[in-house]
């Protein structure tokens, strides 16, 4: 059957790295409650000239060499982002301008911190229809622009930055537990819009004509979170048909550390299976999973034959999972 199959990763972060003792001189904060409450010591922030395209394309050819294709044999870009460049056109169009690709299909997919995962199931979809053949899936955010930089609760919390992957369609044994039966297994996505005002942004095109600031009830989220990604997960793995002790890396979306700590405990997963990030890089929205694959792709730690879930969850609320084999 056709599948798509992960054939390289990449990631950028913007130059300036900020560290929790510089912001505890701006606000009312310190690198102890910091730590302590989220794992965060650094995140990076991204300075002039630096956008949510520039970072989507730094990681787009990063992904591109390792995979070690040219952007020409790209076919189709799904770029997941809260913080496009423009409300339109498409920031997945200017990263298409940008790696010079003549024609393709590029499109933004919009679900926040879980937008990744919806951009990886969408393009799976469109792969295994048989129409697209190779995909450069994008997660880009710039969230410093749209914190309140007066809120401690908020502003402390994300980092920006962008991971990409490329997918290609590939033909594979249908049995998701022949070890030649690459890509991705198995997706499952979820959205329950009651949430809304736990975590959104207070500004729009079609409602105050503003951009808007980051507003979040962290503690609901945070309960929420738990229970939605430990269930997911489950969906996710049930659906490849693989049982929780045949998973080798969980990278999963990086919003505090105690989140993906309870999570682990949750499915019975050891901590040291577990891919984290948040310490250097905060909660970077959409692109956390990508970014934090990457990482783990470039230190050695995920391999060919591995199998990785991917799991996030974000404003809408949103969350998901996805199950492959590296
Ligand atoms: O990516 C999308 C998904 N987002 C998430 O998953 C975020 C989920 N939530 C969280 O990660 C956590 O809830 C937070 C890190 C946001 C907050 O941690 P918490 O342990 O839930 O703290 P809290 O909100 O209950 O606040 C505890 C105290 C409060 O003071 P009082 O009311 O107890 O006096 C806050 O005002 O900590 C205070 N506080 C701070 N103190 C120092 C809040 N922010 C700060 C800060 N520095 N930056």
Redo the contacts with the bound molecule.
């Keep these: 059957m056709i599948r798509s199959v992960l054939i390289g990763t990449g990631s950028a972060l913007p130059a300036r790295r900020v560290s929790n003792a510089e912001l505890a001189a701006q606000v009312?904060?310190?690198d102890e409650?910091?730590v302590e409450?989220?794992g965060i010591r650094f995140r990076h922030i991204a300075g002039e000239g630096e956008t949510t395209a520039t970072l989507a394309r730094d990681a787009a050819l990063a992904a591109l060499s390792a995979a070690g294709v040219t952007a020409q044999d790209i076919d189709l870009i799904v770029l997941a982002t809260a913080t496009p460049d423009n409300t339109f056109p498409a920031t997945a169009t200017k990263v298409q301008a940008m790696l010079g690709i003549d024609d393709c299909v590029a499109f933004d997919v919009a679900a926040v911190?879980s937008g990744f995962l919806y951009a990886v199931q969408v393009a799976d979809s469109m792969l295994r229809s048989g129409v697209q053949r190779r995909a450069l899936v994008i997660g880009a955010e710039t969230f410093s622009r749209i914190l309140d930089w007066e809120d401690?609760?908020t502003c402390?919390?994300f980092g920006d930055g962008a991971g990409a992957i490329v997918l290609e369609a590939r033909d594979t044994p249908d049995d998701a537990t022949d070890a030649r039966a690459r890509g991705i297994l198995a997706t499952r996505l979820h959205a329950d819009g009651r949430h809304n005002e736990l975590?959104y942004v207070d500004g729009g095109p079609s409602t105050t004509g503003t951009v808007g600031k980051l507003r979040?009830k962290?503690?609901e989220?945070?309960r929420h979170?738990v229970v939605n990604l430990a269930a997911v997960m489950e969906e996710a793995l049930a659906a490849a048909g693989l049982p929780t002790d045949a998973v080798d890396w969980v990278v999963p979306?990086q919003?505090?550390a105690r989140?993906l700590d309870a999570t682990a405990r949750k499915l019975s997963l050891p901590a040291e299976k577990v891919v984290m990030t948040v310490d250097r890089h905060a909660?970077t929205?959409a692109a956390s999973v990508p970014l934090a694959l990457d990482q783990a792709v470039r230190d050695g730690r995920v391999v060919a034959g591995q199998i990785v879930v991917l799991e996030a969850?974000?404003?809408g609320f949103t969350w998901g999972a996805a199950v492959l084999r590296i």
């Design positions: 009312d904060t310190t409650w910091i409450r989220t911190c401690r609760t402390v919390l975590l979040m962290g503690r989220v945070f979170a979306h919003a505090n989140i909660n929205s969850m974000g404003g």
